[in-house]
């Protein structure tokens, strides 16, 4: 039977009693009626993750934590993702796959060619919404460290970050004759996907001169969420544990 896992960001210790979030606990309670004695999993996003008893059913329901599990589900391979904002859901659809797929961090990014203009106030609000749908994929696929999503970025402020720490720069270029599978990497990768209309040639010199590799997927064009998992599904393959 399947353990039910949740995430609550709070310390977790051997023995230690928690109070769930009212989230969880209605998730619990309400939704999947647990009785009292059930067994659960919960996991703090930092690598820890306990087996647990629910021990107070109901609002402010309580888990009694237990022994802490050894979680070896975390990608060997240090990969993050440069995405820029993509429209409707296909920004959280690229989030939710790329925690699946192993990535260790996201950056959503400005560019000249995005199509999404947020105000301060929605912007928050989706960066909420991402880090949740984080956790959330983090909860299904057992997963118990939750990949930060960083606040929005400029393109220029990416390149330099990456650049400066030594990650092994991609972005996608269809005319490139350099494959995935024909890379080396001794390090982190920082994995660059550009708007559904692409980078301006601008943009596309940026990255160039913060060392970043042109890499082909093949002769189709694909949608900027396509190419993102596409990408990291190659790269998780060669180099990870996929």
């Given at each position: 039977?399947?353990?039910?896992?949740?995430?609550?960001?709070?310390?977790?210790?051997?023995?230690?009693?928690?109070?769930?979030?009212?989230?969880?606990?209605?998730?619990?309670?309400?939704?999947?009626?647990?009785?009292?004695?059930?067994a659960?999993?919960?996991?703090?996003?930092?690598?820890?993750?306990?087996?647990?008893?629910?021990?107070?059913?109901?609002?402010?329901?309580?888990?009694?934590?237990?022994?802490q599990?050894?979680?070896?589900?975390?990608?060997?391979?240090?990969?993050?993702?440069?995405?820029?904002?993509?429209?409707?859901?296909?920004?959280?659809?690229?989030?939710?796959?790329?925690?699946?797929?192993?990535?260790?961090?996201?950056?959503?990014?400005?560019?000249?060619?995005?199509?999404?203009?947020?105000?301060?106030?929605?912007?928050?609000?989706?960066?909420?919404?991402?880090?949740?749908?984080?956790?959330?994929?983090?909860?299904?696929?057992?997963?118990?460290?939750?990949?930060p999503?960083?606040?929005?970025?400029?393109?220029?402020?990416?390149?330099?970050?990456?650049?400066?720490k030594?990650?092994?720069?991609?972005?996608?270029?269809?005319s490139?004759?350099?494959?995935?599978?024909?890379?080396?990497?001794?390090?982190?990768?920082?994995?660059?996907?550009?708007?559904?209309?692409?980078?301006?040639?601008?943009?596309?010199?940026?990255?160039?001169?913060?060392?970043?590799?042109?890499?082909?997927?093949?002769?189709?064009i694909?949608?900027?969420?396509?190419?993102?998992?596409?990408?990291?599904?190659?790269?998780?393959?060669?180099?990870?544990?996929?």
């Open positions: 039977m399947r353990i039910t896992r949740i995430y609550e960001p709070q310390p977790l210790t051997s023995g230690a009693v928690i109070s769930l979030s009212e989230q969880n606990a209605a998730h619990l309670c309400r939704v999947l009626r647990l009785p009292a004695g059930a659960v999993q919960v996991f703090d996003g930092h690598g820890h993750e306990f087996a647990a008893v629910l021990t107070q059913p109901g609002k402010n329901a309580q888990l009694t934590l237990q022994g599990l050894i979680n070896q589900r975390e990608s060997p391979l240090n990969l993050v993702l440069g995405q820029v904002i993509s429209r409707g859901d296909k920004m959280d659809f690229t989030i939710q796959k790329a925690v699946e797929l192993g990535i260790s961090a996201i950056y959503p990014l400005s560019a000249t060619r995005c199509g999404v203009k947020l105000d301060a106030k929605r912007l928050e609000r989706k960066l909420e919404s991402w880090q949740k749908i984080a956790a959330a994929a983090c909860e299904q696929c057992g997963r118990s460290v939750v990949p999503v960083h606040p929005v970025m400029e393109l220029r402020d990416f390149c330099t970050l990456t650049e400066t030594g990650y092994l720069g991609l972005t996608l270029d269809p490139a004759t350099l494959r995935l599978r024909d890379l080396n990497p001794s390090g982190s990768i920082s994995l660059l996907i550009g708007p559904e209309g692409g980078f301006d040639p601008s943009e596309t010199a940026l990255a160039s001169a913060h060392q970043f590799v042109g890499v082909s997927l093949g002769p189709r694909l949608r900027t969420e396509t190419a993102a998992l596409s990408a990291l599904s190659i790269l998780g393959s060669h180099f990870g544990d996929l």
